[in-house]
Antibody, heavy 121, light 107 residues
Framework: QVQLQQWGAGLLKPSETLSLTCAVD????????WSWIRQPPGKGLDWIGE???????NYKPSFRGRVTMSVDTSKNQVSLKLTSVTAADTAVYFC???????????????WGQGTMVTVSS | DIQMTQSPSTLSASVGDRVTITCRAS??????LAWYQQKPGKAPELLIY???TLENGVPSRFSGSGSGTEFTLTINSLQPADFATYYC?????????FGQGTKVEIK
């Protein structure tokens, strides 16, 4: 049973860098695209971007310049960094797997448990 | 970005009811549409992809239809486990976008 386990700092001050990691446990890592999606409290879902095992990325334009995704194939992990955070970045952050291997533009069939990140001075 | 608009935002229904949620795209997305169910404090779960294909393990009372710009999610004979928030998502564009959600609550 494939599972995604994610972790990272939950409380940040404005201007700091958000850093989260998602580990793929029990299944194939290579060949899939791995996305980060966030959900502000009480609101809807907002896709941030995706990365594959070789490090190819596709970021939502509104996050370009602040977001970096990376991959560690030796550990089957993907990471998210978001710089210069503000209160507007307060959200639950999810990692998720693209359903169709080797394809951008996907539905998401496997999700991490979510990590609440709060930005407050 | 392609904008996704769901209606209604909230739906009150009883166990056994048939409910329908609509999702409209701001431009044609062919059939590149997924539906998710989310319960409080949990990650979303994929119900349907490619507009009408049921994900493995999803009960057959869930069905999806549509193409182009208009899509529907139907739940036949609503069960207690189905009270949740539902999201549509387009994946025709390189930036995925979601609808704002439809909360299905107990009448």
């Amino acid at each position: 049973q494939v599972q995604l386990q994610q972790w990272g700092a939950g409380l940040l001050k404005p201007s700091e860098t958000l850093s989260l990691t998602c580990a793929v446990d029990g299944g194939s890592f290579s060949g899939y695209y791995w996305s980060w999606i966030r959900q502000p409290p009480g609101k809807g879902l907002d896709w941030i971007g995706e990365i594959n095992h070789s490090g190819s990325t596709n970021y939502k334009p509104s996050f370009r310049g602040r977001v970096t995704m990376s991959v560690d194939t030796s550990k089957n992990q993907v990471s998210l960094k978001l710089t210069s955070v503000t209160a507007a970045d307060t959200a639950v952050y999810f990692c998720a797997r693209g359903r169709i291997p080797a394809r951008f533009k996907n539905a998401f069939d496997l999700w991490g448990q979510g990590t609440m990140v709060t930005v407050s001075s | 970005d392609i904008q996704m608009t769901q209606s209604p935002s909230t739906l009150s229904a009883s166990v056994g009811d048939r409910v329908t949620i609509t999702c409209r795209a701001s431009q044609s997305i062919s059939r590149w549409l997924a539906w998710y169910q989310q319960k409080p404090g949990k990650a979303p779960e994929l119900l349907i992809y490619k507009a009408s294909t049921l994900e493995n393990g999803v009960p057959s009372r869930f069905s999806g239809s549509g193409s182009g710009t208009e899509f529907t999610l139907t739940i036949n004979s609503l069960q207690p486990a189905d009270f949740a928030t539902y999201y549509c998502q387009q994946y025709d564009d390189y930036s995925a976008t979601f609808g704002q959600g439809t909360k299905v609550e107990i009448k």
